[in-house]
């Protein structure tokens, strides 16, 4: 909407706008839409290193059923993220080594009704999120934190996410 008032007060083509905002790409690994497969639609955020990305992402998405959280530990308080994951309608929160793994104990120390799942790696990640995640909703990989724990970087992870996803490499 901010872009067709803007358009409007400056004098700009209007179809021209609308165009421009149908096809517009968002950014590699930021909220980018890897595709729906057997019904579930699958989001890649491996930019979220942080837990307010995380929120961010959930927040915007608003249908999410599954998420995978995890990365390296560099010693952050995660107890609000824990805290607002436990309260959210998510039904599966993925966690991978190893803040993933902190993050679910503390999820499960509060109390919710989610189901919080431990996996050795992504590929055990992806396989369980096709199992689970109910159809029609989404799964998104944000993980709340850095990647070098077991990827070069988020770049990494999410290039193996997408071909998880797309079945380019078997789970």
């Not at 995890?70 to 599966?92: H, Q, T, V």
């Not at 050795?120 to 369980?128: G, P, Q, R, S």
């Amino acid at each position: 909407m901010f872009s067709l008032v803007i358009s409007e007060l400056l004098k700009l083509n209007i179809n021209k706008t609308i165009n421009t905002i149908n096809n517009f790409k968002s950014l590699e690994n930021r909220l980018e839409l890897v595709g729906t497969y057997d019904s579930i639609t699958y989001y890649n955020d491996s930019i979220a290193t942080v837990p307010e990305a995380t929120i961010y992402a959930i927040e915007t998405l608003k249908r999410v059923d599954t998420i995978i959280i995890g990365g390296m530990d560099r010693g952050i308080d995660y107890n609000k993220f824990a805290e607002y994951l436990s309260s959210c309608k998510i039904n599966n929160i993925i966690c991978m080594k190893d803040t993933g793994y902190k993050i679910g104990k503390m999820i499960e120390n509060i109390g919710t009704n989610n189901k919080v799942i431990y996996v050795n790696n992504l590929e055990e990640a992806v396989k369980i999120a096709k199992n689970n995640t109910e159809k029609g909703k989404m799964c998104l990989l944000s993980p709340a934190a850095p990647s070098y724990n077991e990827f070069k970087n988020f770049e990494e992870k999410g290039k193996k996410y997408k071909e998880l996803v797309k079945g380019e490499i078997i789970c």
